[in-house]
């Protein structure tokens, strides 16, 4: 007998297929000829016909080199650092796709000299937080933490409380980050009560600044005392004010988080932020503040370890300057449009044989920001099975399981997306 593998094509004659061929334009030569060579192998093992093998080829080809799949989050949870954080607005989008190219990101165009990288971008943070002198930006907060810890502390201490030694997840601890800077941390007060006090007494020659660290993934309470910013500028020392979240002023949704016009106009020096929490923008850190202060980051040597990418620079503009990004408008979603839309989206399902019941719910801000606020909303609830089948989807669907439920909630999911839902659901079912 014949032996099969003897007509299985070679991998060049594969690759010179014209449908091949054009594949490796899009996808690169690499990623094609390995998904060939499987395909042949599996001919030569007898599971395909070797007459198949282009078009097996093709079938098994991605549609692009990138294996990055954009998913719904229907989890509730708008700022999901599993899911990437925040998703950027249009603009930011169309920012970012722009500046992918060759671009004037330090180039002033007017004198044909080299600008000041990201100009554009300082100056569309220092019109949304007049109270800042100055801005740089690096690549995510724990940067701009790591920044200012060596430029002002370095061999000296950092003076915070001890309730604000925080864990931010993923066993990333704030303290642990700062004394790999070459800093020692001076702790005051206690786990729950901290006095002004207590830091009046712990400064001294060794101080680099006092810190401030807002809590944002858990929140203390009972017997309980902070000092707010605003007391601490009676200090002698920079104060510098990590509010995380990212909210460059305050937000009636959430009014009890840390905002970096607030925390400036209150007195401190320097306010650190992430960009892609609550501000809705690219992963980034931002440092606002004193001008003399941002100088001295500016011009360290670190600070070009920890520079942002033209991307980068590109969507933060698009976020601070453009329309309210999705996060924002997650957060001012109205509940009662929420509620519409999950019974909609129920009775098309329950028409087609699931059993789905629209239901309210709490959403919550997650991400490092906002612990412990709720946020009214509304979701979709289908048995708990659904949830890996929605998982594996195209696109695939994160879901929330609550009480051997499988919530959508739809919190943060933009309406336009409630079709692809459906199918979704309808495909999971
Ligand atoms: C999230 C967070 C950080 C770290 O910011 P990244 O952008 O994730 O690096 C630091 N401090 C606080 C208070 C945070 O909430």
């Known amino acids: 007998m014949r032996d099969p593998r003897r007509d299985v094509p070679g991998t060049d004659r594969v690759l010179a297929d014209p449908a091949i061929a054009a594949a490796i334009e899009n996808l690169g030569h ?4 390995r998904t060939a060579q499987q395909v042949q192998q599996r001919a030569r093992d007898g599971e395909l016909d070797p007459s198949r093998v282009v078009a097996e080829t093709l079938a098994a080809l991605p549609d692009s080199p990138s294996s990055v799949r954009a998913v719904v989050n229907a989890t509730g949870v708008l700022l999901h650092t599993n899911l990437g954080r925040a998703p950027l607005s249009d603009p930011a989008r169309d920012a970012l796709l722009r500046a992918a190219g060759t671009t004037d990101v330090e180039l002033d165009l007017h004198t044909g000299k080299r600008g000041t990288r990201g100009a554009a971008t300082i100056a569309a943070l220092r019109e949304a937080v007049p109270a800042a002198e100055a801005a740089h930006v690096v690549n995510n907060g724990a940067a701009a933490l790591a920044l200012a810890a060596t430029a002002l502390a370095a061999g000296g201490e950092i003076v915070l409380a001890r309730g604000e030694l925080v864990e931010i997840g993923d066993g990333f601890r704030i303290p642990d980050l ?18 002004l006090d207590d830091y009046r007494a712990a400064l001294g020659e060794q101080t680099g600044f006092v810190l401030k660290v807002h809590p944002s ?16 500028r009676e200090l002698d020392a920079p104060v510098v004010v990590d509010i995380g979240s990212g909210l460059l002023e305050p937000d009636s949704a959430l009014p009890d988080e840390p905002d970096a016009h607030t925390a400036l106009a209150d007195g401190a020096d320097l306010v650190i932020a992430s960009g892609d929490k609550l501000l809705g923008g690219p992963q980034c850190g931002l440092l606002l503040g004193r001008a003399q202060l941002i100088e001295r980051l500016r011009k360290h040597p670190l600070a070009r370890a920890l520079r942002v990418d033209k991307l980068t620079l590109a969507a933060l503009e698009a976020t601070v300057r453009g329309p309210r990004p999705p996060t924002a408008r997650a957060l001012h979603a109205d509940p009662a449009r929420l509620l519409r839309r999950a019974r909609a989206l129920a009775e098309q399902l329950t028409a087609a044989g699931l059993p789905a019941t629209a239901v309210e719910s709490e959403a919550t801000a997650g991400g490092g920001g906002a612990p412990g606020a709720l946020l009214p909303s509304a979701a979709v609830a289908l048995p708990e099975r659904f949830a890996k089948h929605l998982r594996l989807g195209d696109p695939p669907v994160l879901a929330r399981l609550e009480r051997d439920r499988c919530l959508l909630d739809l919190a943060a999911v933009p309406e336009e997306c409630d079709e692809t839902l459906r199918r979704a659901a309808l495909a999971a079912g």
């Open 30 to 33: 690499r990623l094609v000829k």
């Open 178 to 195: 700062l004394t790999s800077t070459g800093a020692r941390l001076r702790e005051v007060g206690t786990t729950n009560r901290v006095r």
């Open 217 to 232: 993934n858990f929140v203390i309470s009972g017997f309980t005392a902070a000092v707010p910013a605003a007391s601490l």
